[in-house]
């Protein structure tokens, strides 16, 4: 699922949510929108700024466009985008114009135009999006900040190759929160969204100890982003407090925009004083232990040319597998019907074992963690009997914990 095929998919949906003013999210992605567009725009200084240069814009070739500012009755537009969550994708001119499409048609803009069309509104919509789409979209979101999570099998290979970020035990969480913090300081919605993602996966799956490493992720995640774009604390608040009711947890409690800062009218009446806490920024802890996924890390030029390699560094691994399983059965003389059919330099006893091996680490753990952990289950259940089920347990266990066992 490419993030077009998601982006198509939910056109509905974001055309349904661009006409409700009450929904939370359209009124925080208004407020970011603005502050990102405030920030791109070379010399502004006040929000009447961007009214002076995109108020004439979006009327240009209009009958009258020579119209005074004060006769088109229009004011201060920007700032109520901002202090009030007005949708900017509703707002026209003059001349019928959507002020959305004017600002994203100048490639100056081109970050506010990602930033408006991130998934990350589709996390913290409205409705929650089924668990089954949240994968997709978190792989569409790692291809397109060129990220990867390696496989099992991967990491055998990686760890084998050398390669710096390879991980030595998938169960080590220090991997994991350092490459997450990694992830959190690209400064985007989308990699907040990326970060949301694996929190929920790992959430699901039961796995706290991990979810607890991409909160702490998350909240890193959102204060770059603030820092990148300089916002203020109403942005930020607000952010924060989406991402705490939208996606963190999620009840069936009614959301009021005056708890996010917004201003409407009657707002001393509705008005929360306590808003402004940090929430989940703070206080919320994930201590329960269970089994995590590989680190999401980012694609460089070792790691590139590792996967490109991909299928010779296996080919070195299954052979070294065939030599290691010929040894163990050095002893017992291999009978001539089995190898009654032998194909290339294999016999048949090994090609067997090659299709195996080829089962086990290409079928079964050449997947995600949690599609693989039946399989890996198994192999550290049955290790002790020795066999290939002993070999890739070793294999998939760092050196430094295979020499605790010994």
């Given at each position: 699922?490419?993030?077009?095929?998601?982006?198509?998919?939910?056109?509905?949906?974001?055309?349904?949510?661009?006409?409700?003013?009450?929904?939370?999210a359209?009124?925080?992605?208004?407020?970011?929108?603005?502050c990102?567009?405030?920030?791109?725009?070379?010399?502004?200084?006040?929000?009447?700024?961007?009214?002076?240069?995109?108020?004439?814009?979006?009327?240009?070739?209009?009958?009258?466009?020579?119209?005074?500012?004060?006769s088109?009755?229009?004011?201060?537009?920007?700032?109520?985008?901002?202090?009030?969550?007005?949708?900017?994708?509703?707002?026209?001119?003059?001349?019928g114009?959507?002020?959305i499409?004017?600002?994203?048609?100048?490639?100056?803009?081109?970050l506010?135009?990602?930033?408006?069309?991130?998934?990350?509104?589709?996390?913290a919509?409205?409705?929650?999006?089924?668990?089954?789409?949240?994968?997709?979209?978190?792989?569409a979101?790692?291809?397109?900040?060129?990220?990867?999570?390696?496989?099992?099998?991967?990491?055998?290979?990686?760890?084998?190759?050398?390669?710096?970020?390879a991980?030595?035990?998938?169960?080590?969480?220090?991997?994991t929160k350092?490459?997450?913090?990694?992830?959190?300081?690209?400064?985007?919605l989308?990699?907040?969204?990326?970060?949301?993602?694996?929190?929920?996966?790992?959430?699901?799956?039961?796995?706290f100890?991990?979810?607890?490493?991409?909160?702490?992720?998350?909240?890193r995640?959102?204060?770059?982003?603030?820092?990148?774009?300089?916002?203020?604390?109403?942005?930020?608040?607000?952010?924060?407090a989406l991402?705490?009711?939208?996606?963190?947890?999620?009840?069936?409690?009614?959301?009021?925009?005056?708890?996010?800062?917004?201003?409407?009218?009657?707002?001393?009446?509705?008005?929360?004083?306590?808003?402004?806490?940090?929430?989940?920024?703070?206080?919320?802890r994930?201590?329960?232990?269970?089994?995590?996924e590989s680190?999401?890390?980012?694609?460089?030029?070792?790691?590139?040319?590792?996967?490109?390699?991909?299928?010779?560094?296996?080919?070195?691994?299954?052979?070294?597998?065939?030599?290691?399983?010929?040894?163990?059965?050095?002893?017992?003389?291999?009978?001539?019907?089995?190898?009654?059919?032998?194909?290339?330099?294999?016999?048949?006893?090994?090609?067997?074992?090659?299709?195996?091996?080829?089962?086990?680490?290409?079928?079964?753990l050449?997947?995600?963690?949690?599609?693989?952990v039946?399989?890996?289950?198994?192999i550290?259940?049955?290790?002790?009997?020795?066999?290939l089920?002993?070999?890739?347990?070793?294999?998939?266990?760092?050196?430094?914990?295979?020499?605790?066992?010994?």
């Amino acid at each position: 699922m490419t993030l077009q095929d998601h982006s198509d998919q939910d056109s509905a949906e974001k055309q349904v949510r661009a006409n409700r003013a009450d929904d939370i999210a359209v009124r925080v992605r208004s407020r970011l929108w603005a502050c990102v567009v405030y920030e791109l725009m070379a010399g502004a200084r006040s929000w009447d700024d961007l009214d002076a240069y995109w108020l004439p814009e979006i009327d240009r070739h209009f009958p009258t466009e020579d119209l005074t500012t004060d006769s088109r009755g229009r004011r201060r537009l920007f700032h109520r985008i901002y202090y009030s969550g007005s949708n900017p994708g509703v707002i026209r001119g003059l001349n019928g114009q959507r002020l959305i499409d004017v600002v994203h048609a100048d490639a100056v803009f081109q970050l506010a135009k990602e930033l408006y069309e991130s998934p990350f509104w589709t996390l913290a919509g409205k409705q929650e999006i089924p668990g089954a789409l949240v994968r997709p979209l978190q792989l569409a979101l790692m291809e397109r900040l060129g990220l990867l999570r390696l496989t099992p099998t991967e990491r055998i290979l990686a760890r084998r190759a050398g390669l710096p970020k390879a991980i030595h035990e998938h169960r080590n969480l220090g991997h994991t929160k350092r490459a997450a913090l990694d992830v959190a300081q690209i400064g985007s919605l989308d990699a907040i969204a990326l970060l949301s993602c694996a929190f929920c996966l790992a959430k699901d799956a039961l796995s706290f100890r991990e979810a607890d490493v991409y909160l702490d992720a998350i909240r890193r995640a959102i204060g770059a982003f603030v820092r990148r774009w300089r916002m203020g604390e109403e942005a930020r608040t607000s952010l924060v407090a989406l991402v705490e009711r939208r996606i963190v947890r999620r009840t069936d409690e009614p959301i009021k925009p005056q708890h996010f800062g917004f201003w409407v009218r009657k707002r001393a009446k509705d008005y929360d004083p306590e808003w402004g806490k940090d929430g989940f920024m703070s206080t919320d802890r994930l201590r329960y232990p269970a089994q995590p996924e590989s680190p999401i890390v980012r694609v460089d030029n070792s790691l590139s040319s590792f996967l490109a390699a991909f299928e010779d560094h296996y080919s070195v691994l299954r052979t070294e597998l065939l030599d290691a399983l010929r040894a163990s059965t050095a002893k017992h003389q291999e009978t001539d019907d089995i190898a009654s059919s032998p194909m290339g330099n294999l016999t048949g006893v090994e090609q067997i074992r090659a299709r195996m091996i080829d089962k086990f680490m290409l079928d079964l753990l050449n997947s995600h963690d949690e599609n693989a952990v039946d399989m890996l289950t198994h192999i550290r259940q049955f290790r002790v009997g020795g066999g290939l089920p002993r070999m890739i347990g070793d294999l998939l266990d760092s050196p430094r914990r295979l020499k605790r066992e010994r």
